[in-house]
Nanobody, 120 residues
C-alpha cells in the first residue's frame, strides 16, 4: 500500500491550499483515509478523516470549519481543502488510513508527507 500526498507549499496567513492524496496500488474508496500533520517539535496528530462507505467526514477541533476533506473515487484521490490558514497550521501533512474514536487515529498505512508553511 503506497500513499502519496502532494500540494503543499508556502502560503500567507489567511490563504488556501488543496492537498491531494493518491494511491497507485489500491482503491482508496475501500478505506477510510485521513490527513495527519506533524509540526516541528510536536507529535503527529490527526486532522481529518473520511470514511470509505458513506463518506462521512470527521475533523479535529483545530481544523473544523476551515478544512474540508473529500474524495473522488473516479480519480482514486482524497483531497484536503485548507482555507483560512494560520501559522500554526505549518506542518508536514500526511495522508494515511484512519479511524475515528475520541480522536482521529492511524490504522496502519502511512504515505509520504508534503510540507505546508504558513507565513504570518
Amino acid at each position: 500500500v503506497q500513499l502519496q500526498a502532494s500540494g503543499g507549499g508556502l502560503v500567507q496567513a489567511g490563504g488556501s491550499l488543496r492537498l491531494s492524496c493518491a494511491a497507485s496500488d489500491f482503491a482508496l474508496s475501500y478505506y477510510a483515509i485521513g490527513w495527519f500533520r506533524q509540526a516541528p517539535g510536536k507529535e503527529r496528530e490527526g486532522a481529518s478523516c473520511i470514511l470509505g462507505s458513506k463518506g462521512d467526514t470527521f475533523y479535529e477541533d483545530s481544523v473544523r470549519g476551515r478544512f474540508t476533506i473529500s474524495r473522488d473515487n473516479r480519480r482514486n484521490a482524497v483531497y484536503l481543502q485548507m482555507n483560512s490558514l494560520k501559522p500554526e497550521d505549518t506542518a508536514v501533512y500526511y495522508c494515511a488510513t484512519c479511524g475515528v474514536g475520541d480522536r482521529i487515529y492511524n490504522t496502519g498505512y502511512w504515505g509520504k508527507g508534503t510540507h505546508v508553511t504558513v507565513s504570518s
